[in-house]
DNA sequence: GATATGACGTCAT
DNA sequence: CATGACGCCATAT
């Protein structure tokens, strides 16, 4: 069976990500399957729709983005009552843990 | 195949 | 903490 593409694989990993939870780029990457690839995560983000792309935060829960998607995104956050204090989040209580999932044994 | 893009991660300064 | 540089890698053209 061959895997699903990358994008769907990532976007299957973003929607895991239950609400008031977030997770970083390198984790999503990770649970799609494909570490290291963080920066390929904002491909798929900005491909895919109907995601749940304010939850995915950079490392150490920095919002990267920046203006009104910014902005979007923290309103987003604190509505699933994610705490953003100034440009971050406190991983240490809302970082999602993904279930270890190596691929396909 | 080569080049450009990108909401990154990590380390050095 | 701010900045710069480099590495990494799937897609688009």
Redesign the pocket.
């Known amino acids: 069976m061959r895997r699903p593409?990358?994008?769907q694989r990532v976007w299957a990993a973003v929607r895991r990500i239950p609400r008031g939870k977030v997770a970083?780029?390198?984790d999503v990457a990770r649970a799609a399957g494909?570490p290291?690839?963080?920066?390929?995560v904002?491909?798929a983000?900005?491909?895919g729709t109907g995601l749940p792309?304010h939850r995915?935060v950079?490392?150490g829960g920095k919002i990267?983005?920046t203006g009104e998607?910014g902005m979007e995104q923290r309103l987003r956050l604190a509505s699933e009552g994610v705490a953003v204090n100034g440009n971050r989040v406190r991983l240490e209580e809302h970082a999602f843990r993904f279930r270890s999932r190596k691929r396909t044994p």
């Open positions: 593409p990358y994008f970083t780029y390198g494909s290291g690839t963080a920066r390929q904002v491909w983000l900005r491909a792309w995915v950079g490392a990267l983005l998607p």
